[in-house]
C-alpha cells in the first residue's frame, strides 16, 4: 500500500493531479507520436478520431478536389515489448502473435529472420533488413497469400472509402515481390484509376537495398532531395547557383519516380535519417527550400505540415487548429502560403522580362541569389516591387544562374 505500483523501471517518479480532465485528452498527452506506427488491426479507430469521422473527411476533401494518400504501415504489427491488451479500435492483441482484429495469428509472422535477437541487426544483409524485426517490431511474412489477402483487404475498404493512394511505411523492409503481389490483388479507386504508391526507402549508399529494386511497383521517397536542400539552405555547403541541372545528375532517381520533401516526421526529430535536413525551427531557410521544391522541376513535392515539439516522442497537442489552437503556436502549420518571400527561375531558354505578382509589400529588395544584404549594402541586384506588389523581373536565357529571389528579411 506504500508504493505507487509504477511500472518496472519507472519508480520513485512523480504523480500528476489532473484535476478536471476528460478522459481523452488524458489518453492523448501520454501517448508518444510513433505509437501509430505499432498497428494491431487495420480498424479505423485511432487517436485522431474514429472510422465514421475518417469517412466524412474523406468526403469533404474530395467534394473540395482534394486527394487523400494514407501513411499504409503493413510491414510489421506492434513491437515485441507491446505485451498483451485491446487496441484504440478495442480488438485484443499479444505479442505471442495473436491479432485477432485483423485477424492474424502465429503463422503470418516472418520466421526467416537469422539473427540471435530476431531484430535487424545489419543493415548490409539484405535477407535480415526483409525478414528480421525493424526495432522489435513484429514482423508480418508478406510471401504469404493469407497476410497479402488480409492487407488487400484493408487496401480496398480504403479505396472504396474513396482515398487515392498510400504511402508504403518501412518498405526497404519487404521484399519488392511482396508489396507488388499484394498491391496486384487490389482493386481501383473509386474514379477507375490505379491508386498512387509512395513507398518509404531509405536508401543508404553502403547498403544493399536500392530504391531502384522498387521503382516497377510505384513512385519511391528521394530521401537525398532533403538531405541536399539542407545543404543548401541550412549548411550553405552548395551554392544556390550551382542547382541549375539539379535532378538525376545530382545522384538522384529519375524525376518521375521521385516524390521530395525537406524534411518528415522522422528526420524533423532525429529519428530515421540523418540531421542535416533543415526544418521550421530554421524558418528563414526553410521558407527558400520549400519555394525552391515547389518551383523546381523534379518529382512530386510533399510539403509539411506538423507541430512544434520539445522531447523526441512528445505528441501533438491536445487541440486541433479548427478547435481552438492556432497556427503559430504549437502548431506549425509549415504548409500556409506565406507573404514572406518570392521566388522566379528561368529556364525557358528565352529571357524572361515580365512584370509578376510578387506577394510582398511594395520597396526595394535584395535579390539574394546574385548578393546579399550587408550593412543594409545589397551586394547584388535590387528588385523594385510596386505598391500592388507587382515587380518587374528580367531573367536573362544567357544567365548562368536564371533565378531572383527575394524576401521580406533583406529589403535594401
Ligand atoms: C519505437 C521505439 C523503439 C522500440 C519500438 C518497438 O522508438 O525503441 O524498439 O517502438 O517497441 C517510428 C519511430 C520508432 C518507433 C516506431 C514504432 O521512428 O522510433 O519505435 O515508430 O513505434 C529505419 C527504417 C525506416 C523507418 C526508420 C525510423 O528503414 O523505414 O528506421 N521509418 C518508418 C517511419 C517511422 C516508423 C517506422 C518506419 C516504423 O517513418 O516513423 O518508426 O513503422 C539508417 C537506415 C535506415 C533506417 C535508419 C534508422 O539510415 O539506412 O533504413 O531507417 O538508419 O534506423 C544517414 C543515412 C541513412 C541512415 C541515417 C540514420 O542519413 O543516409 O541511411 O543516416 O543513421
Keep these: 500500500r ?7 523501471g519507472r519508480e520513485g517518479q512523480v504523480l500528476v493531479h489532473l484535476f478536471s480532465w476528460k478522459w481523452p485528452d488524458i489518453a492523448r498527452e501520454y501517448r508518444p507520436w510513433w505509437e501509430r506506427y505499432q498497428p494491431v488491426s487495420y480498424k479505423l479507430d485511432s487517436a485522431s478520431g474514429s472510422r465514421d469521422e475518417f469517412i466524412d473527411m474523406v468526403n469533404r476533401c474530395k467534394a473540395a478536389g482534394v486527394q487523400i494518400y494514407i501513411d499504409a504501415v503493413i510491414n510489421h504489427m506492434a513491437g515485441i515489448d507491446a505485451g498483451t491488451g485491446l487496441g484504440s479500435g478495442g480488438s485484443y492483441y499479444n505479442t505471442q502473435l495473436r ?3 485483423v485477424p492474424y495469428g502465429p503463422d503470418d509472422f516472418n520466421t526467416r529472420c537469422t539473427t540471435g535477437s530476431g531484430n535487424i541487426e545489419n543493415y548490409a544483409d539484405e535477407g535480415q533488413v526483409r525478414n528480421c524485426r525493424l526495432v522489435g517490431l513484429l514482423d508480418l511474412e508478406g510471401g504469404k497469400n493469407s497476410v497479402r489477402s488480409k492487407i488487400a483487404d484493408y487496401f480496398d475498404d480504403m479505396l472504396q472509402i474513396g482515398i487515392d493512394g498510400y504511402r508504403i511505411d518501412a518498405a526497404k523492409h519487404m521484399w519488392p515481390e511482396d508489396i507488388n503481389a499484394t498491391l496486384s490483388m487490389t482493386g481501383v479507386t473509386e474514379d477507375k484509376v490505379e491508386a498512387f504508391v509512395y513507398q518509404e526507402v531509405i536508401e543508404n549508399g553502403n547498403e544493399p537495398v536500392k530504391t531502384s529494386q522498387y521503382t516497377h511497383i510505384g513512385r519511391l521517397v528521394e530521401f537525398q532531395y532533403g538531405y541536399k536542400m539542407g545543404d543548401i539552405f541550412k549548411w550553405q555547403h552548395i551554392k544556390l547557383s550551382s542547382l541549375h541541372n539539379f535532378g538525376s545528375d545530382w545522384s538522384m532517381m529519375p524525376s518521375g ?11 524533423q526529430r532525429g529519428h530515421g535519417a ?10 528563414e531557410g526553410y521558407k527558400l527550400a520549400v519555394i525552391f521544391m515547389l518551383s523546381w522541376p523534379y518529382g512530386i513535392p510533399r510539403v509539411m505540415s506538423s507541430y512544434d515539439f520539445d522531447q523526441d516522442w512528445t505528441g501533438p497537442p491536445a487541440q486541433s487548429p479548427a478547435d481552438g489552437e492556432s497556427c503559430g503556436s504549437s502548431w506549425i502549420c509549415e504548409h500556409s502560403r506565406g507573404s514572406a518571400s518570392f521566388i522566379a527561375f528561368n529556364r525557358e531558354g528565352g529571357e524572361l522580362n515580365m512584370n ?3 506577394g510582398l509589400p511594395g520597396g526595394t529588395y535584395c535579390d539574394v541569389i546574385s548578393g546579399d ?4 549594402v545589397c551586394t547584388g541586384k535590387t528588385v523594385t516591387v510596386f505598391s500592388d506588389s507587382t515587380a518587374n523581373i528580367r531573367i536573362g536565357s544567357d544567365s548562368s544562374t536564371p533565378v531572383v529571389a527575394i524576401h521580406i528579411g533583406a529589403k535594401a
Design 356 to 358: 509578376l505578382p510578387t
Design 257 to 267: 519516380d521521385a516524390l521530395v520533401s525537406i524534411d518528415n516526421h522522422d528526420n
Design 373 to 376: 544584404l550587408l550593412n543594409g
Design 2 to 8: 506504500k508504493t505507487p505500483n509504477c511500472y518496472y
Design 274 to 283: 540523418g540531421g542535416n535536413v533543415i526544418t521550421h525551427k530554421q524558418p
Design 99 to 101: 491479432f485477432d482484429g
